[in-house]
């Protein structure tokens, strides 16, 4: 195991600093990189080939059982749970395409807000205009939805929130963040980038939030 654990680092640390740390001797590890590897060993490295091989074919989307299945349809002799042990150690992991998320509810959306911003991105002072903007990242829990707040003269992101959920709460949170983050704030523009999936009920409390941060 020592000896193994050296081959596999040898390239990030210098090879005797390793042996001194493992108490192995050098000609020790030379001697066991010259003997001939086991059987399994070489078999397990030609079936990983091949694994990755069909992984790729897959677009990355196959799992052990299906990869499992194309190695027995192109005449391997093996387990599903040897494949998925290889996978695992190997870090071959299947990639599932996602169904595209829809963010806007066309027909339940209120009517857009007037453009006050009239696209002047560019500001004279600090706290003068703040942009907001909504989007979503797969991940392999599923669809996480964020929230941001970015201050068009410093541009930076100064509240931000996450949630399973695009709702009302997702964006308030974010203003929230940014409100507590600059303390005092008066005379600031707020500006939504895109519409927001919102239930009506909150609307109310979402347009109070708005009022407290343009008084």
């Known amino acids: 195991m020592k000896y193994a654990f050296i081959k596999t680092h040898c390239k990030e640390h210098k090879l005797y600093r390793l042996c001194d740390v493992l108490e192995v001797s050098r000609s020790g590890y030379y001697d066991w990189l010259a003997r001939s590897e086991s059987a399994r060993v070489q078999e397990n490295r030609r079936l990983r080939s091949k694994i990755e091989k069909f992984h790729q074919a897959s677009r990355q989307t196959y799992g052990s059982p299906r990869i499992h299945r194309d190695l027995i349809e192109d005449g391997e002799k ?72 970015l201050e068009l003269y410093s541009r930076q992101v100064i509240g931000w929130s996450m949630s399973k959920y695009n709702n009302a709460r997702l964006v308030n949170d974010a203003l929230m963040m940014a409100l507590w983050r600059r303390g005092d704030v008066k005379g600031v523009l707020y500006i939504q980038t895109e519409a927001v999936l919102m239930h009506r009920e909150a609307i109310n409390n979402y347009s109070l939030i708005i009022s407290c941060c343009v008084a």
């Open 78 to 149: 093996c387990s599903v749970n040897r494949v998925a042990r290889l996978m695992k150690v190997h870090d071959i992991r299947s990639k599932m395409a996602r169904k595209f998320v829809i963010t806007t509810d066309s027909k339940n959306t209120l009517a857009p807000a007037p453009d006050l911003l009239q696209r002047h991105f560019k500001v004279t002072g600090a706290n003068e205009s703040w942009v907001t903007d909504t989007t979503f990242i797969g991940t392999r829990q599923g669809w996480m939805y964020l929230a941001v707040v």
